[in-house]
């Protein structure tokens, strides 16, 4: 007994304790398993059902993932298959709560499927409008995150299945509007549960290409399950991450998956997507000659208006006779220059005359027209002043006594004289 117990305790306790000299016995990993198997809880998931058998009362089913190429084997009681209101096959579209299972004896791991539910299309619809509300509330429908498309674009970015119908009706309106378009084109599967992948890599490779200015996703009508693959959110994403406008072209009018939601343009078809990406060239041709008709006719008007104002200009008779403006100025000048001499000859003659006034009456004042008048200037005889007087003029005969040598100057010139001595005025 002491033996068992000393052998027990040297099992590891853990799997990472374990060694080729010290295993695990296979009793134990199973058991292990077992537990960590048990404790994992039941999950809903969501798949296809691709297979589909019956075997008494248990029943086997393969599910496969709806975006991936993931398959999943399953097991299920036929009492749960019969509860359904519709029965499955294969195709169906269901969610299923699975249960892992571990078998202790086989050492198998079977998935178990406790209830089933057909996923029909009101819950695909109620879906997808919950995805679209949240996708709205992050802001990615917003127009300021949409980008405005090019008016001619040099090469479009074409992403529809392989020789489908809307990959011909966007070609052939394309270029029927415009017939030197060109095309980089990528054809995928537009459905089933590859098609998003496919999708999303062709998206990439268009967005990263140096000369698409815009991409096209394009597929023609289905139903509703056909078109799920445009309300991936997984698709959503890339498109909404995608530097380059991208143009929504899914199914017919009615179709609305929430790529039309995210994509910076919605056409309601591949043929309007055709119309609305490429300009119509009778159109532009047309648009053409109206512009250049109106800027013939509006340099038409212009150059007859201006021909006009010129014949106006030339007509007035400064232009008519240019030779007027000089002879005006001529003759202006000539009547100043008259005004200026007589001005002039004027003012000299009234200065001349004011010149002989002036001399007169400085002659008339002047000291040679006293002495004409019979008067005489007496002075010392050595013209020195007069002492006492600081004057050179004799005013009083107390200035000249008896004896005294003088110079007397007349009006013809000038005598000497000698003082006799002084006498007093005679009375008038």
Do not use: C
Not at 27 to 46: G, N, T
Not at 52 to 77: K, Q
Not at 269 to 284: G, L
Request: charged fraction near 25%; hydrophobic fraction near 40%; aromatic fraction near 2%.
């Amino acid at each position: 007994m002491s033996e068992g117990l000393a052998a027990a305790t040297t099992v590891p306790g853990t799997a990472a304790e374990t060694s080729p000299d010290n295993p695990w016995p296979l009793q134990l990993l199973s058991q292990k398993l077992k537990m960590h198997i048990d404790r994992a809880p039941s999950a809903w998931v969501e798949g296809q059902v691709i297979e589909l058998n019956r075997r008494g009362t248990n029943a086997y089913l393969t599910l496969r993932d709806i975006d991936a190429e993931i398959s999943l084997p399953a097991s299920v009681w036929t009492k749960v298959l019969d509860r359904q209101e519709t029965p499955l096959e294969r195709g169906s579209r269901v969610v299923a709560l699975i249960k892992a299972e571990f078998w202790l004896k086989t050492g198998r791991l079977n998935m178990s499927v406790k209830d089933i539910r057909p996923v029909g299309l009101g819950d695909l619809l109620a879906r997808i409008e919950r995805l679209r509300h949240a996708l709205a509330a992050e802001g990615l429908f917003s127009d300021a995150r949409k980008k405005r498309l090019p008016l001619l674009p040099h090469r479009i970015g074409l992403i529809t299945g392989r020789d489908s119908d809307a990959k011909k009706d966007v070609l052939r309106n394309a270029a029927l509007r415009w017939p030197a378009v060109e095309f980089e084109i990528r054809e995928v599967a537009v459905q089933g549960n590859t098609a998003v992948a496919q999708v999303i890599a062709a998206l990439r490779e268009l967005d990263a290409h140096p000369d698409v200015d815009v991409i096209v996703i394009a597929r023609g009508g289905g139903a509703l399950e056909d078109l799920l693959p445009f309300s991936s959110e997984e698709l959503i994403r890339a498109v909404s991450g995608a530097a380059t406008p991208v143009v929504s072209a899914i199914g017919h009018e009615a179709d609305r998956p929430i790529l039309d939601d995210v994509a910076d343009l919605r056409a309601s078809t591949p043929t309007d997507a055709a119309k609305r990406i490429v300009p119509d060239v009778v159109e532009e041709l047309a648009r053409v000659r109206q512009a250049r008709d109106q800027l013939r006719r509006g340099v038409t008007r212009l150059v007859e208006r201006e021909s006009d104002r010129l014949a106006t200009l030339r007509s007035r008779p400064v232009l008519a006779s240019p030779e007027v403006i000089v002879s005006v100025r001529h003759d202006d000048v000539e009547r100043l220059k008259g005004r200026s001499q007589a001005a002039v000859t004027t003012a000299v003659a009234r200065a001349a005359d004011q010149l002989v006034h002036l001399k007169a009456q400085v002659r008339a004042l002047s000291p040679q027209k006293t002495l004409d008048r019979g008067y005489a200037v007496v002075q010392l005889a050595d013209g020195g002043p007069v002492p006492g007087t600081g004057r050179d003029v004799v005013r009083h005969p107390d200035q000249a006594p008896s004896g005294t040598s003088l110079s007397v100057r007349v009006a013809g010139g000038r005598f000497t004289a000698e003082s006799t001595g002084g006498q007093e005025p005679a009375e008038d």
